[in-house]
């Protein structure tokens, strides 16, 4: 059984509809759900399903000795980030070379960098009157939303739309598209290498 960790900082909604696509896999599931909010909706979705959670504070994020026993705890060996809203650490990012991803409600390179997440970014892209938008799924390095891109999924946008209807939009192409990713990568000779353009 190969073990996923999923951090998040809100709502959910991703590790969600991760958690639900693998409830019934035989090779793959998610063993523990990491938040550094207290308050985080994401806590409720890990009791939900029953799934063991945990608050870390920055400091606690930092602390390597802390985190490595967790992980081992848990038998991880592949890191979700869904909404997660701090930068890794840099002992992390080594452990998990080529088994940690992300997912930036945009295409990057544009609308990506520290601070721009969730409603920021669908603000400033109504904005700019951009007419397509989507997602980017990718690998993560040590600089927010620079790591090597796995796969992007685009949308229209129509002139009616606004920040909230074009939030709706990503967030049906996440919940298709993180899971079944995730699950390619976990499925295929993929993992461990960390250069690579698509997986789909």
Do not use: C
Request: hydrophobic share 45%; proline share 3%.
């Amino acid at each position: 059984m190969k073990n996923i960790a999923i951090f998040a900082s809100g709502a959910g909604s991703n590790a969600e509809a991760i958690i639900q696509h693998f409830s019934n896999h035989k090779d793959i599931r998610v063993a523990l759900i990491v938040t550094n909010n207290a308050s985080a909706g994401v806590l409720k979705v890990a009791a939900k399903h029953k799934i063991i959670s945990s608050i870390v504070s920055i400091k606690g994020l930092q602390n390597e000795k802390l985190m490595r026993g967790m992980f081992t705890a848990q038998q991880i060996e592949f890191v979700v980030l869904a909404g997660f809203l701090k930068m890794i650490p840099d002992y992390l990012l080594e452990v998990f070379r080529g088994r940690m991803v992300n997912i930036h409600p945009a295409l990057l390179p544009a609308y990506g960098g520290k601070g721009m997440y969730g409603m920021k970014v669908h603000d400033l892209v109504i904005a700019n009157e951009e007419k397509e938008s989507g997602i980017t799924i990718h690998y993560v390095n040590d600089r927010y939303d620079e790591g090597e891109i796995i796969l992007q999924k685009t949308v229209d946008i129509a002139k009616s739309d606004t920040p909230k209807t074009l939030a709706e939009k990503i967030h049906k192409l996440e919940h298709a598209w993180y899971p079944k990713t995730i699950e390619k990568l976990l499925s295929s000779d993929y993992l461990h290498q960390p250069v690579m353009q698509s997986v789909i």
